[in-house]
């Protein structure tokens, strides 16, 4: 399944993320999945495994054009200047010539005079065709507004926290009012039963609403779930390192919920974000130093 971006760029829905997923397990989750038949990767350069991303994509034997290169540019290199070098790093350890999608991974409110430099350098890399589409991650709608008052190319993607727990309607609905792809990260709520990410939290892949829809379907909580997301028009990308949880979490197209199941789905919603709140100045995580290619 296909979405056409706000410039005509085609981009697979459904995507593999790497989030935290170890350097020396990314290559071969990435070949795990372009052999189970994803041509969608979505890495970052504060992932630190863009390298192992491209040795995945290589090994796969595929043309790189047939695989939409997705990643981020981290707020250590925002600035005009900064953000074209890392433009530079990314595809070094990517080892490619272009990417399909490159975004900005926070707002950083607390320097977003550097991030609308930032962003003014994805414009020029655009233009340049050194990239096909660019976007953001994280924004807010007030992020939105300020960047659009700014800038002159309405980003493609907003990529943010989105799962059945967390669905963030008033960024959803400020996404679809300038056309702008909300594209989910933790599509499957991975971050509300990750070790070590928070105490109590209930695990959305345990939700007995979920588990309901998918005993009808013959599906998996996960399946639901990402049937969910793309059956309402966003771009999804699920993490996993293991190969039948990489290729189950693929398996979303020969079925279809109904309005009331994606209803049930959409009732969930409990407004608590699990992740970073994009509004909070992490210094010192913002400080990291992305190395060079």
Known sequence: MDITLNNGVI?????????????EETTAAVEAALAAGYRH??????????????????????DRSD?????????????YDQTLHAWDKATGKLGVDYLDLLILHQPAPDRFEKTIA??????????????????????????????????????????????????????????????????????IGGITFYPGWGENRRNVMEDPAIAAVGQTRGKTPAQVM???????????????????????????????????????????????????DPDEARIERFAMVIPEA
């Open 118 to 187: 930032a962003y003014k350098a994805l414009e020029t890399l655009l233009a340049d065709g050194r990239v096909r589409a660019i976007g953001v991650s994280n924004f807010m709608p007030h992020h939105l507004k300020q960047l659009l008052a700014a800038t002159d190319i309405i980003p493609a993607v907003n990529q943010v926290e989105l799962h059945p727990y967390f669905t963030q309607p008033d960024v959803q609905a400020a996404d679809a009012e300038h056309g702008i792809l909300t594209q989910a990260w933790s599509p």
């Open 11 to 23: 981009m697979p829905a459904l995507g593999l993320g790497v989030f935290q997923s170890p350097p």
């Open 41 to 62: 990767i979505d890495t970052a350069a504060a992932y630190g495994n863009e390298r192992e991303v491209g040795a995945g994509i290589r090994n796969s034997g595929l």
């Open 226 to 276: 990402l049937r969910w997301h793309l059956q309402q028009g966003r771009s999804a990308i699920p993490k996993s390192t293991n190969p039948a949880r990489i290729a189950e979490n693929f398996d979303v197209f020969d079925f279809e919920l109904s309005a009331d199941e994606l209803a049930a789905i959409d009732a969930l919603d409990a407004g608590v974000r699990n992740g970073p």
């Open 67 to 79: 695989v939409f290169i997705e990643t981020k540019v981290w707020v250590s290199d925002y600035g």
